[in-house]
């Protein structure tokens, strides 16, 4: 092995091992170390029954004919047709708008433009974990949704195992286990989203525009009946100059933007352990899975939104309908089709162009992500977690992932002898550099906790840790004034090749329910969970926390270490450092 440059001499010893990585990802050795696997057409579970969803498409089709055929039937009766008349789908009390200014063109045309980078990356993010649950503790078989085969019961099955890959034009970047890229740009694209989002929101409140929006009368209920029993009879209401929307249009639109929008937002956050351990109760009702489950089906919603909604813009006068959003006029000439046709063109380019670009620049794509979005996502390490759970919360079941021991003839060794000559050496910029056995650490004060992993993947379990707090190390070791971070090594290597590491700001070691734990769910810890010792750090996702450590470092920079991006994960994987979200 070649010598390490002088910076890394400087090292703990074990920081020889941390290997660089490239900027791009080198799609061999990538397929070598996680081949692709195929996800299944989901099937949803009811009781004990496993369904293809595939069904649902003779079912809505069925559902669709038969809704045809009785709308038909209900307008041959006098009574409906009375209503119908009453109620003709645009309700009179409700002011009209006329007109669709710049901005509200511009911000439709950009907003359209961010969901559907969201919604494949979010896809992507899926693929990492395809199950869904109700419960927080993702026993498999209890899931209510998968798109993956049932998790095998014949041998040992990590969360890495479970992963699946995606076609490159549908998931980005498609690859397996891309999940550190596809954040990325989920939370970069839903910034700006958000943005334009927010900027829409308050423009509409300083025009009139929002008049158009909100329903400002109950008349918006029978003229959404009234409009729905119209469409389903295929008899579609008269064209409307836009300057109002129909009962079912201005509900639609409603519920999109003031409920569905803040709702995937708010369930987007609560996955995070920061802003779930800090709701309290809101956050055990809404833990991780029920707010991965709800914004699953926001997910669905929009999508359903986007294909009806795409679909009405043909069928009910394309022509008009492109001169008032994307021309901005009322004509009898096709004037809004080109700008239809350049935005649509720009989207495709966008589509086919993201996937390629994202594994020849992965780092690039980490890098801008971390711009865009990074400071702002690490704002929430501020947010002390406090939310211990009980006994009866434990998980049955807790995913194991990635290797399931170091795979080394000296850990084996050790384990053999009960880590009787086990050490966990702590130095670098501290005063009193010390090596600590594990009677050692057994004879330090012991803090025990009941908290959920978050693993970034997608799966959450509880459990009940117990160990040593890092801030008692922290208090015999003294760190200088210089030191910023501490670099935790395993003794175990990555996928990859080369250590597996993490590095934490100081503020994470003093906090109160950061551990050294050695025992879990009050039996000694087991080897796949990281024996004889872990790190347990409750703000952050679970890759963050190193299973198997071998040393301590506190230092200045990690600019010299690995590839330079604070951890294994964020080296190899292009995973965020700063990770409560
Ligand atoms: C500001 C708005 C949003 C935020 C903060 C947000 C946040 C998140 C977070 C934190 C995750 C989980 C990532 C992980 O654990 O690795 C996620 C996953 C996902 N997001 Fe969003 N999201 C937002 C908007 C959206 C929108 C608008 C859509 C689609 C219309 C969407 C679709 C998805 C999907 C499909 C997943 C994967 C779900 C899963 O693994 O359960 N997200 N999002
Ligand atoms: N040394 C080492 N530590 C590690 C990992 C690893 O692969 N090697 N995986 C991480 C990830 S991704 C997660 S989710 C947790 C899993 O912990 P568990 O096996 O106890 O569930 O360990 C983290 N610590
Ligand atoms: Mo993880």
């Not at 170390?33 to 029954?49: A, L, N, S």
């Not at 901005?328 to 670009?357: K, N, Q, R, T």
């Not at 290797?403 to 060794?413: G, I, V």
Request: aromatic share 14%; with cysteine; charged share 15%.
């Amino acid at each position: 092995m070649a010598t390490a440059p002088a910076s890394v001499r400087t090292h703990d010893p074990l920081a020889a091992d941390l290997t660089p990585a490239g900027a791009r990802i080198q799609l061999d050795e990538w397929n070598r170390y996680i081949p692709p696997r195929r996800p299944i057409v989901p099937h949803i579970r009811i009781g004990h029954r496993w369904i293809n969803v595939l069904w649902a498409v003779p079912i809505a089709a069925a559902a669709l004919i038969i809704l045809i055929a009785v709308a038909q039937e209900l307008r041959q009766i006098p009574a409906i047709e009375d209503f119908i008349r009453r109620y003709p789908g645009v309700a009179q009390a409700q002011p009209a708008v006329p007109g669709f200014p710049g901005w509200m063109r511009l911000q439709h045309f950009l907003n359209m433009f961010f969901m559907y980078f969201i919604m494949r990356a979010g896809i992507q993010i899926l693929a990492d974990h395809p199950r869904l649950y109700w419960n927080r503790d993702c026993t498999p078989g209890t899931e209510w949704l998968r798109f993956s085969h049932p998790v095998p019961a014949y041998r040992m099955w990590t969360a890495k195992d479970d992963a699946v890959s995606l076609p490159g034009w549908l998931g980005i970047p498609g690859l397996r286990h891309s999940i550190g890229l596809a954040r990325w740009w989920h939370f970069s694209v839903n910034f700006l989203w958000t943005v334009n989002g927010v900027a829409f929101f308050v423009l509409l409140f300083v025009t009139d525009q929002w008049m158009r929006l909100v329903p400002l009368t109950w008349e918006v209920f029978p003229n959404a009946l009234s409009t729905a029993i119209q469409y389903a009879s295929l008899n579609f209401p008269p064209p409307e100059p836009w300057s109002r929307f129909n009962g079912l249009q201005q509900l639609t639109y409603f519920f999109t933007f003031f409920i569905a929008a803040p709702v995937q937002i708010a369930m987007g956050l609560l996955q995070g352990p920061a802003f779930s351990n800090k709701l309290g109760w809101l956050g055990r009702v809404l833990n991780r899975q029920v707010a991965r489950s709800i914004h699953f089906l926001g997910f669905c919603w929009f999508v359903f939104f986007i294909a009806v909604h795409g679909v009405f813009v043909f069928i009910t006068g394309l022509r008009q309908n492109t001169n008032h959003m994307f021309a901005g006029v009322e004509s009898a000439h096709w004037v809004g089709l080109p700008y239809f046709i350049v935005a649509m063109a720009i989207i495709i380019v966008a589509w086919l162009w993201a996937s390629p670009f994202t594994i020849k620049h992965a780092r690039l794509v980490q890098k801008t992500g971390r711009f865009v979005i990074g400071g702002l996502k690490g704002l929430a390490e501020r947010w002390d977690p406090t939310s211990e759970l009980t006994e009866k919360d434990i998980s049955p079941h807790h995913w194991p992932n990635q290797h399931l021991l170091p795979d080394s003839p000296e850990y084996k060794a050790m384990l053999a002898g009960g880590f009787a000559d086990y050490r966990l050496r702590i130095g670098g910029l501290v005063e009193h550099p010390q090596e600590f056995s594990f009677a050692d650490l057994k004879a330090m004060p012991k803090q025990s906790q009941i908290t959920t992993h978050f693993c970034i993947q997608g799966w959450s379990g509880v459990a009940k840790w117990s160990g040593v707090p890092m801030r008692h190390i922290v208090e015999l070791v003294r760190p200088t004034k210089q030191a910023r971070y501490a670099v935790f090594y395993s003794m175990a290597f990555g996928d990859d090749g080369g250590r597996y590491y993490e590095v934490h700001p100081m503020k994470n070691l003093r906090h109160k329910l950061t551990l050294l734990a050695y025992e879990m769910n009050d039996e000694p810890l087991r080897v796949m969970h990281g024996a004889p010792l872990r790190l347990r750090c409750e703000n952050e996702l679970g890759f963050r926390m190193v299973k198997w450590l071998a040393a301590i470092e506190f230092v200045h920079d990690y600019a010299d270490l690995g590839a330079g991006q604070g951890g294994y994960n964020d080296d190899h994987e292009f995973y965020g450092h700063r990770m409560p979200i």
